[in-house]
């Protein structure tokens, strides 16, 4: 099963066609867009992906100009829905339950804002993975030092208790030491900030993930797509 998680940036506008073409290029299953828009662009992606064989889900009764998440895939599923989700964030997560395994996608907020759907998912989400599942997107933060060169994130903690919970950081497992980033500010500062964290089963199942950073390079949008392979 091939993963691909991208932002697509203030729901992609005028650059659909650009940035479903990259995406349609590495042939994924499963697709999680962040900042998607349910408006005349969202609109467009959900009919591109539907033409190459997609089924799309966005968390229901979202405003047009409202940053969201989108799950497309080729292989069939079905939303669960999410009792509790702190107010605000009901456009900010999207469970989908597949034939053995789930993915949650994620789009968080900047700053504090973002502590209490991390405090939900860690309570309410992660039980729900099931034995094989990931939580899977743009969680604008990473670890100090390492995901970024100095320590401005928010809720470090919060996300350092996502692999306390029992998930594992499923890149960084990979690459320690590494230091590779998805996002660059307007200042050039690099950050990676768009994750998958992997149950141990789910990560046992993970045989390539990286990050595909053309989207960002050919000003698609800011953000570098990050792409996973499972043997499942």
């Not at 650059?15 to 590495?26: D, F, G, S």
């Not at 080729?74 to 829905?81: E, L, M, Q, S």
Request: aromatic content about 10%; some cysteine; glycine content about 8%.
């Amino acid at each position: 099963m091939k993963l691909l998680t991208l932002n697509i940036r203030q729901g992609g506008s005028s650059r659909v066609e650009l940035l479903i073409k990259r995406v349609l290029q590495h042939d994924a299953d499963v697709v999680v867009l962040t900042e998607f828009r349910p408006q005349e662009s969202g609109a467009k992606i959900v009919k591109l992906l539907g033409e190459a064989g997609y089924t799309c889900s966005s968390p229901a009764r979202v405003l047009a100009m409202t940053h969201t998440v989108l799950v497309g895939s080729r292989r069939p599923f079905t939303i669960v829905p999410l009792a509790g989700i702190p107010a605000g964030n009901e456009q900010r997560v999207l469970l989908a339950q597949f034939d053995g395994f789930a993915i949650l996608g994620v789009y968080f907020a900047q700053k504090e804002e973002k502590r209490v759907l991390f405090d939900f998912i860690i309570q309410r989400c992660v039980p729900m993975l099931g034995e094989r599942g990931a939580v899977v997107g743009d969680f604008n933060t990473g670890r100090a030092f390492l995901d970024e060169k100095e320590s401005t994130f928010a809720c470090i903690d919060s996300f350092e208790q996502l692999e306390n919970s029992g998930l594992v950081d499923s890149w960084r497992s990979r690459n320690p030491d590494g230091r590779e980033f998805s996002w660059y500010s307007r200042f050039g500062n690099g950050f990676r900030i768009d994750h998958i964290f992997s149950t141990p089963a789910m990560d046992r199942a993970l045989t390539k993930i990286g990050y595909d950073h053309s989207p960002r390079i050919g000003k698609e949008t800011d953000h570098s797509a990050m792409v996973a392979e499972f043997n499942l």
